[in-house]
């Protein structure tokens, strides 16, 4: 008789078993209910801040730039090194989450970076705070403040690049500095600038040493004489605002047996009608890629915005462009932007107060 009792179970069991795909199921009275597993977060469901919050910040050195205010100064981070290029720092996700993210790992209080100038370490800047701009900017990155550790010979220069000083030990003391003839110079840059202006069949200035907006000397490597970068603007002036007409001329020389004593070796023209206003100065220079030959910082004045760019020699011993900071729709309105009023301890939100 226990044969029957024994089927009518295992009956039971596979009605069960034969149930579990439904959502709900009514047994003695009870609605027991069977919920799938929710889906694994995928990556094209994250938001912007889940992605900014979840990508990686810069493992290699980062090359800042500092720009004295007041009676401190001011920093922001340029670009990641990497071998003979500069990378930007752009984040795919959330750039404010992203930039306090950054804020946190390199730029806390109290760190400490190397300052150089022409090449060479000056002192030493200390974050005292940092902080993301307010406005929407590209590129978003954070600005420190911060205080000055100089000697004496820096008491003139106003602006510096900087690495954190981890990683600074060896940079900035195998280039070494080369005689600048600079009265020399500024007589054979019109001569060189003439020469590529007349190939480009562009308009000549009218007056070669109003043209000429910077002769900046710097280190050659393997040879006794310095070359120098120059800037040629017609119709244009060096820094933001004006139009689109006219065409900035940058280029570097490098000393050479020739008849002018230099010889170019690096062109960028740019004719404003087809490229838009772009006008290049130099800001200093630094061997960060530790090849023995300095690389240029530069920054390039559009009518609305400014961003930086950097020039570098290659493994084959061609310059190039390593390094355009540019964003497709504009950049940010000066390299080092305003920053908020720091809080005041203990105060209120402004949306809490009545």
């Given at each position: 008789?226990?044969?029957?009792r024994?089927a009518?179970?295992?009956?039971?069991?596979l009605?069960?078993?034969?149930?579990?795909?439904c959502d709900?199921i009514g047994?003695?009275?009870?609605?027991?209910?069977?919920?799938?597993?929710?889906?694994?977060p995928?990556?094209?469901?994250?938001?912007?801040?889940?992605?900014a919050?979840a990508?990686?910040?810069?493992?290699?050195?980062v090359?800042y730039?500092?720009?004295r205010?007041?009676?401190?100064?001011?920093?922001?981070?340029v670009?990641?090194?990497?071998?003979?290029?500069?990378?930007?720092?752009?984040?795919?996700?959330?750039?404010?989450t992203?930039?306090?993210?950054?804020?946190?790992?390199?730029?806390?209080?109290?760190a400490?970076?190397?300052l150089?100038?022409?090449?060479?370490?000056?002192g030493s800047?200390?974050?005292?705070?940092?902080?993301?701009?307010e406005?929407e900017l590209?590129?978003?990155l954070p600005?420190?403040?911060?205080?000055?550790?100089l000697?004496?010979?820096a008491?003139?220069?106003?602006?510096?690049?900087?690495?954190?000083?981890?990683?600074?030990?060896a940079?900035?003391?195998r280039?070494?500095?080369?005689?600048a003839?600079?009265?020399?110079?500024?007589?054979?840059?019109p001569i060189?600038?003439?020469r590529?202006?007349r190939?480009?069949?562009?308009?000549?200035p009218?007056?070669?040493q109003?043209?000429?907006?910077q002769v900046?000397?710097?280190?050659a490597?393997?040879?006794?004489?310095a070359?120098?970068a120059?800037?040629?603007l017609?119709?244009?002036?060096?820094?933001?605002?004006l139009?689109?007409a006219?065409?900035?001329?940058?280029?570097l020389?490098?000393p050479?047996?020739?008849?002018?004593?230099?010889?170019t070796i690096?062109?960028?023209?740019?004719?404003?009608p087809?490229?838009?206003?772009?006008?290049?100065?130099v800001?200093?220079?630094?061997?960060?890629?530790r090849?023995?030959?300095?690389e240029?910082l530069?920054?390039?004045y559009?009518?609305?915005?400014?961003?930086?760019?950097?020039?570098?020699?290659?493994?084959?011993?061609?310059?190039?462009?390593?390094?355009?900071?540019?964003?497709p729709a504009?950049?940010?309105?000066?390299?080092?932007?305003?920053?908020?009023?720091?809080?005041?301890?203990?105060?209120?939100p402004p949306?809490?107060?009545?």
């Amino acid at each position: 008789m226990k044969h029957p009792r024994r089927a009518g179970f295992g009956t039971v069991l596979l009605i069960v078993s034969t149930l579990t795909g439904c959502d709900n199921i009514g047994w003695g009275g009870a609605n027991v209910a069977v919920v799938p597993p929710p889906p694994k977060p995928s990556a094209a469901h994250q938001t912007e801040a889940e992605a900014a919050a979840a990508e990686a910040l810069p493992t290699r050195p980062v090359l800042y730039y500092v720009a004295r205010a007041g009676t401190g100064a001011l920093l922001t981070p340029v670009a990641e090194l990497d071998k003979d290029s500069l990378i930007p720092i752009r984040p795919t996700g959330a750039a404010r989450t992203f930039a306090e993210r950054f804020t946190a790992e390199h730029m806390r209080q109290g760190a400490e970076f190397d300052l150089f100038s022409r090449g060479a370490r000056l002192g030493s800047f200390v974050i005292r705070s940092a902080r993301v701009p307010e406005q929407e900017l590209c590129p978003l990155l954070p600005v420190a403040e911060g205080t000055l550790e100089l000697g004496m010979a820096a008491d003139s220069v106003r602006e510096f690049l900087a690495l954190a000083k981890a990683y600074s030990p060896a940079v900035g003391t195998r280039v070494a500095s080369a005689p600048a003839n600079l009265e020399r110079m500024r007589f054979v840059a019109p001569i060189l600038a003439e020469r590529m202006l007349r190939a480009r069949r562009a308009q000549l200035p009218g007056s070669w040493q109003g043209a000429m907006e910077q002769v900046f000397p710097f280190p050659a490597s393997g040879r006794a004489d310095a070359g120098f970068a120059a800037t040629f603007l017609v119709g244009d002036t060096l820094g933001p605002g004006l139009d689109d007409a006219g065409y900035g001329l940058f280029f570097l020389a490098m000393p050479t047996a020739s008849q002018t004593g230099w010889d170019t070796i690096y062109v960028d023209f740019r004719n404003y009608p087809e490229t838009k206003k772009a006008a290049i100065r130099v800001i200093d220079y630094l061997d960060w890629t530790r090849d023995d030959q300095v690389e240029l910082l530069l920054q390039v004045y559009g009518t609305r915005d400014t961003w930086f760019e950097a020039v570098a020699r290659d493994d084959a011993g061609r310059w190039r462009r390593v390094l355009n900071d540019r964003c497709p729709a504009g950049s940010r309105p000066a390299l080092i932007p305003p920053l908020p009023a720091p809080p005041v301890p203990g105060a209120l939100p402004p949306d809490t107060l009545e």
